[in-house]
């Protein structure tokens, strides 16, 4: 029964750290995604992408949705391998950012997987290697409905105040 609660634990661990990596690159909080890489973790997202070290892309990708209206990461389908302080998963991931360009308002989805590789220093699980595989990708001019002012891409968003925990 132990061995099966040490299984568990550190699979939602795994998970709750991808889930972090999502709402680190939402919310544009660059130190949180730094805990979801090891220091030393290598990150590739393609060619046309980002290629080097894991806390590198997360400086990546925040400087790269800075400019943006909105963007949402959304992960499923999460097939996680554990082997002891070792892990391997695979993560389905949309991507859906909007942008203003040329008094456009337009909005890029990106299907992706992750590719990664963990393991587990001083009890936290962390990525050594990550490889974003892009399926597919569409971007196209949108209308939007109304302005969704309320949500926020740093510590002011409602997430955070949710999230706290209080004594």
């Not at 400019?67 to 389908?77: I, V």
Request: charged letters at 30%; aromatic letters at 8%.
């Amino acid at each position: 029964m132990k061995e099966l609660l040490e299984e568990l634990a550190d699979r939602q661990a795994i998970a709750d750290q991808i889930h972090r990596y999502c709402r680190s690159v939402d919310r544009l909080d660059v130190a949180l995604g730094y805990t979801v890489f090891h220091e030393d973790a290598e990150a590739d997202y393609g060619e046309q992408g980002y290629r080097g070290s894991g806390r590198g892309a997360i400086d990546w990708i925040c400087a790269a949705h800075a400019d943006l209206l909105h963007h949402m990461h959304q992960a499923g389908n999460v097939l996680i391998e554990l082997d002891g302080d070792r892990a391997g998963s695979e993560t389905y991931v949309t991507a859906t950012l909007r942008m203003a360009r040329e008094g456009k308002v337009m909005q890029l989805e990106t299907h992706a997987r992750y590719c990664d590789r963990w393991s587990k220093r001083g009890g936290h699980w962390a990525i050594d290697r990550r490889e974003a595989v892009i399926e597919f990708d569409a971007i196209r001019e949108v209308t939007p409905m109304k302005s969704h002012a309320h949500a926020r891409r740093d510590r002011g968003d409602p997430s955070y105040a949710a999230l706290e925990i209080r004594p």
